[in-house]
T-cell receptor, first 112, second 111 residues
């Protein structure tokens, strides 16, 4: 079946612009996670949803980062007033059990 | 929070050799121990995992072993093939659902 999809795959933003990154999880997966992966590093946790409820947002690096999942399916990660340090790959993962997490291909964000 | 270390950071083997990557963690509450494979330009792919009540799990050429007392688990790949070349991450969970990833091991399999 279809895996996790993310769009756009690549995004270039000028410093100060707002961006919105979309994640379509595997159908029926109640848990959804966002991770940030810097070049040459492992993914780092940003936030976690169970259905539409955001249960953990402890990994969001600043109040410029905001995530939502209003209907318990598609999720959007929004970054306001982007900075150069926000340049990274943003990964979305979904899970049926909260253990096995299945990742999308990621969105590579470059802030110039 | 969970501290995760992977060794080695890079590993070069000849095709057909075995490869072993070790992961140590700090949180004794961790109870789920997955390994992910990430190829260039792709998201991490879950390749094998183990729960804390099991010491070893095998799936064809890959296996994972867990030593909960010593807080480490290892990925074993036998009969390596060039297509095994990728970055491998361990990612023990830290209490409930959040995965804490190691820094990764780049495996290069030469034909």
């Amino acid at each position: 079946g279809a895996g996790v999809s993310q769009s756009p795959r690549y995004k270039v933003a000028k410093r100060g612009q707002d961006v919105a990154l979309r994640c379509d999880p595997i159908s029926g997966h109640v848990s959804l996670f966002w991770y940030q992966q810097a070049l040459g590093q492992g993914p780092e946790f940003l936030t976690y949803f169970q259905n539409e409820a955001q249960l953990d947002k402890s990994g969001l690096p600043s109040d410029r980062f905001f995530a939502e999942r209003p209907e318990g399916s598609v999720s959007t990660l929004k970054i306001q007033r982007t900075q150069q340090e926000d340049s990274a790959v943003y990964l979305c993962a979904s899970s049926l059990t909260s253990y096995e997490q299945y990742f999308g291909p990621g969105t590579r964000l470059t802030v110039t | 929070g969970e501290n995760v270390e992977q060794h080695p950071s890079t590993l070069s083997v000849q095709e057909g050799d075995s490869a072993v990557i070790k992961c140590t963690y700090s949180d004794s509450a961790s109870n789920y121990f997955p390994w992910y494979k990430q190829e260039l330009g792709k998201g991490p792919q879950l390749i094998i995992d183990i729960r804390s009540n099991v010491g070893e799990k095998k799936d064809q050429r890959i296996a994972v072993t867990l030593n909960k007392t010593a807080k480490h688990f290892s990925l074993h790949i036998t009969e390596t093939q060039p297509e095994d070349s990728a970055v491998y991450f361990c990612a023990p969970n830290s209490g409930y659902s959040t995965l804490t990833f190691g820094k990764g091991t780049m495996l290069l399999v030469s034909p």
